[in-house]
């Protein structure tokens, strides 16, 4: 059966946002050299609603390695093969894999030698693995655990309505322990109720818990996992409901240090307005999803939640009138600060 875990043996929290269209101004870059920078002017619609991201990887994902007793020693295939934790699994002897229930088949019921194509951080790689005949089950293991699926609840930063593409997280879905970007074969964006929120204290953060619902029915297929964001194509039979006014996107030209708001969802599905400061704007950032800091300055939100937590990422900021970016990352030591990545990097990301 598909979707199950198989012994032959990431919750990511994220948020999302939405985008629209209009002119061209041009502004006048601060750099030495005095360039024209051309800026397309869009006009977004503002997330900020709690959304549930399920994706399915390409291959199988290794998440687990472990040891198999045979009838007279102790053995671990797979790690004896290098396979490690996090690796993703392509194809067993030369046929592509994408289910956990696909792996069992193809080792079969005897200890022929495989040949096993495994990617790495962007590398791929063959190596060879001989599944061992576990002594309690008399069955060929390969001595990994592997899984196909991944989900966790974020925070929607904008709807495109001319390119009908929705935007969300700010950041990539990653690998838990290598911190590998995961390449998506599938994935679906859906509705999610938001039933409790834990508060982050320092050195651990908080974290909004929801549930999935109308999964049948998703408001987006997700067609792009990046570093500056997961980006989705609308579905025209579930929409999500946006009644946000459209506003401008920022360049990051724009944007200075100072007050601001976020939406984001912390009951059920309310989205609800807390206001920040931008502490500092890194125009010249070479760090993902780390262009501005922020301060949680909003009493309501420092009370219930202590400040940012897992599941707003994606959160849309915005400043004077305009979508400035959105929510990325919390400080482990002290919830009131983070980072946010600018909505014109996001944007940029979008494309397929």
Not at 238 to 259: D, F, M, Y
């Amino acid at each position: 059966m598909k979707g199950k875990f198989i012994k032959v043996l990431l919750l990511f929290c994220f948020t999302i946002c939405f985008i629209a269209a209009a002119g061209t101004v041009i502004n006048i870059s601060e750099d030495s050299k005095h360039t024209m920078e051309v800026v397309s002017e869009k006009t977004l619609i503002p997330g900020g609603q709690s959304i549930g991201i399920k994706m399915d990887v390409k291959g199988v994902l290794v998440v687990g390695l472990e040891e198999i007793e045979t009838i007279d020693k102790i053995v671990s295939p797979g790690a004896e093969a290098g396979i490690q934790i996090g690796d993703t699994i392509i194809s067993i002897d030369g046929k592509d894999v994408n289910y956990a229930d696909e792996v069992s088949s193809l080792v079969g019921t005897s200890n022929k030698k495989l040949k096993v194509e495994i990617l790495r951080k962007d590398e791929s790689f063959t190596t060879e693995i001989t599944p061992a005949k576990d002594y309690a089950s008399g069955q060929y293991k390969l001595g990994i655990w592997v899984k196909e699926k991944i989900a966790g609840i974020g925070t929607l930063t904008y709807y495109d309505p001319d390119k009908n593409i929705y935007g969300s997280l700010g950041h990539g879905i990653y690998e838990r322990k290598t911190r590998h970007l995961l390449d998506v074969r599938e994935g679906y964006l859906l509705k999610t109720s938001v039933n409790s929120v834990i508060e982050g204290i320092d050195g651990k953060p908080g974290e909004i818990r929801g549930i999935f619902y109308q999964q049948d029915s998703p408001i987006g297929n997700v067609y792009k996992n990046s570093v500056n964001g997961v980006f989705s194509y609308g579905n025209v039979d579930n929409v999500i409901n946006i009644e946000e006014t459209p506003l401008v996107a920022a360049s990051k030209n724009q944007i200075k240090t100072g007050k601001a708001y976020i939406l984001s969802t912390l009951h059920e599905d309310d989205v609800e307005k807390f206001e920040i400061e931008i502490t500092k704007v890194n125009k010249y950032n070479k760090v993902n999803s780390k262009d501005l800091e922020i301060k949680v300055t909003d009493k309501k939100l420092l009370e219930y939640s202590g400040g940012i937590v897992q599941g707003m990422s994606g959160s849309p900021i915005i400043q004077e009138g305009k979508i400035v970016g959105a929510v990325t990352h919390v400080l482990v030591n002290d919830p009131t600060r983070g980072y946010g990545i600018f909505i014109e990097n996001m944007l940029n990301a979008s494309k397929g």
